[in-house]
């Protein structure tokens, strides 16, 4: 029951993910630019690419038969995002929106993404660790609804936490 809902909300994750990168295309394709060591590509490819990438592991997780391969690659594709940021942390570049999901207002690069990350990234090991080899297809749709909830409710936190600086900005 816990590796469902663990793939569950990891699947939801991906696919919000996905769908977040997709809907503000352009403004992730501007992020991007900001980064340092992005690779020397089309950034409308790169992002593309990582829009296709978080759909196909959001997809793979659904299936036995593809979920272990599809942690695995949601756990690279983890590392490679958190390098990045860390990268950047390093280097200073901390002003830049760091293309968090469904965010509305720009939120800098910081140890707490880093954290953040390694969090999500726990999850992934988790799942791994707990993966039913019997588990059939149809149980992930039951996961994906506690994903569902998870999300939103993470949303709500992320936006409370946000507000936390408008509220002080009032109280001054």
């Known amino acids: 029951m816990l590796s469902l809902m663990l793939l569950g909300l990891l699947c939801t994750f991906w696919l919000a993910s996905a769908t977040h990168k997709f809907l503000y295309r352009a403004r992730f394709t501007m992020t991007l630019n900001e980064y340092k060591w992005i690779p020397n590509i089309n950034h409308r490819v790169l ?3 990582l829009i296709l990438v978080e759909l196909g592991i959001a997809l793979l997780l659904l299936f036995p038969v593809s979920q272990l391969f599809a942690l695995a690659l949601a756990c690279a594709a983890l590392l490679a995002y958190t390098g990045l940021i860390w990268l950047n942390i390093i280097a200073g570049n901390r002003a ?3 293309g968090c999901l469904f965010s509305s207002e720009e939120q800098g690069l910081g140890y707490v993404l880093l954290w953040r990350n390694g969090g999500i990234l726990l999850l992934h090991v988790f799942a791994v660790i707990t993966l039913e080899p019997d588990s059939h297809p149809i149980d992930v749709f039951t996961g994906l ?7 939103l ?4 936190s992320q936006q409370l936490i946000r507000n936390q600086s408008h509220i002080k900005a009032i109280k001054r």
């Open 145 to 151: 609804l506690f994903g569902g909830v998870v999300l």
């Open 47 to 49: 992002v593309t690419g």
């Open 153 to 156: 409710l993470g949303i709500i």
């Open 96 to 98: 830049l929106d760091c």
